[in-house]
């Protein structure tokens, strides 16, 4: 059940930055997705790691973590992009 709720995480952030991102092409959707779930499940397993839970059960602190670690990885990719986009 925590992993689902750490990919659901991942999908909620990537919709989240798909809404108030300023432009939004339709090729950015898929993998704005894929990489939200990846910061969502990196997040949750680095929370666990850290004690604060494991993959059967929850703890605030995971959906924290997974909510940082996936908007790290979406800033990163859209810095990333806009950057070599020139």
Known sequence: MGILLWIFTGVLVSVLTLLIEPYVIVKH?????????????????????????NVDGMHFMIIVYSIGVSTFVLTWYRAIEKFYSK
């Open 29 to 53: 959707i898929p993998v704005t997705i894929v990489l939200g779930v990846v910061g969502g499940v990196c997040g949750g397993a680095i929370a666990s790691y850290l004690g604060f839970g």
